[in-house]
């Protein structure tokens, strides 16, 4: 190649995403016929409901429904989208002027960045805390302030210490609860606290809320408190709740200028997501509290008892009231930090779990393990790792 040619300066504010730069070794490892057991990404491995994946056929042998879609969605979706949130949140929102549909949470965070954040301004974000708020933030060229998130405070924001941080040049502020990694449940309290801290501030607080529906039998809202809609913004993704990672189908609601900011980036960067999706996702969005029931709550539950065993066998403490579809556990004190456990887990029980230290420093001393595996997986990669740590607690 040119050598005089030279990739854009922000290409040196990241790396390549830890999972696809470990997924790499995970299949070198298959082709050697290791038969590594993945228990590291939350990808759900179980279909949406009979009635999505029916209109989604429908709709796509209609000759006339394979045309551009609006960006802002259609009336179907958005509808959809704000009944949802009614129903299950008691929270109301306009379909036409306060739901913008999303190609899911990551393109959101890209959207929401570029329409509130100039370079050089600040952007809060969580540590641990998912890698995207960071990447993303670096590669729009804003600049990332991390807030602490710690297990003796429940995984919540420690408020006397934002206050006391210089926020002169803060646009954003990131949460994400249910949490993710941690399983920190979302509190009426932090919301509350949350939005007096981005009135006062001036900060738009955004929340990622993917994980409200797994192992949690209390969704929750930022937007449930009273003005969360002014200064406030919450993603929502189907990918976890209902079982649709591949199809990118998620939302962001907010007050009718912000969503209209949002809408400009995005019609100058993509189109309406197929017709088909669009109106698969509004049946998905209809699915009874029964589906919500055996799809998440029963079948995860079924998965953590094996991953707490794993924990036990590991050595590891982990919060058994945490929520959503991964354990996260502390590491015993003899190894020096996460990473080595994990590797060690790897290479010698072939099964691939997570460290905590990509979530952030706050992260170190911690292990993710994921329940997106079937529970005959699980089970078997128990048992491997009692082979080679012994039979834990």
Known sequence: MDNHIKPADRLQEVSEYYFSRKLKEVAKMNEEGKDIISLAIGSPDMPPSEKTIETLCQVAR???????????????????MTAFYQRWYGV????????QPLIGSKEG?????LAFVNPGEEVLVPNPGYPTYTSLSKILGAKVVNYNLREDNAWQPDFDELENMDLSRVRLMWTNYPNMPTGGNAQKETYEKLVDFARRHHIVVVN?????????????SLLQIPGAKDCCIEFNSMSKSHNMPG??????????TFISWILKIKSNIDSGTFRGIQLAAAEAYRNSPEWHEEANIATYSRR??????????????????QVGMFLWG??????????????????EARVFITPGFIFGSNGNRYIRISLCAKEDKIETAL??????FGRGE
């Open 109 to 113: 965070i890209l959207h929401v960045t």
């Open 92 to 99: 109301e929102l306009d379909p036409k002027t306060e739901v």
């Open 62 to 80: 209609q000759p006339q429904a394979h045309g551009y879609q609006p960006t802002m969605g259609t009336p179907e979706l958005r509808e959809a």
């Open 208 to 220: 990622d809320n993917p994980y409200s529906f797994i192992l949690n039998k209390h969704p929750m």
């Open 247 to 256: 199809w990118r189908v998620g939302l962001c609601a907010s007050n009718p």
């Open 304 to 321: 953590r008892v094996y991953a707490e065993k794993i924990m036990q066998t590991l050595g590891c403490y982990f919060d058994p009231n």
């Open 383 to 388: 048992h491997r790792i009692q082979e080679v």
């Open 330 to 347: 502390k590491i015993p004190e003899q190894y020096s930090n996460c990473e080595e456990l994990t590797e060690k887990v790897l290479h």
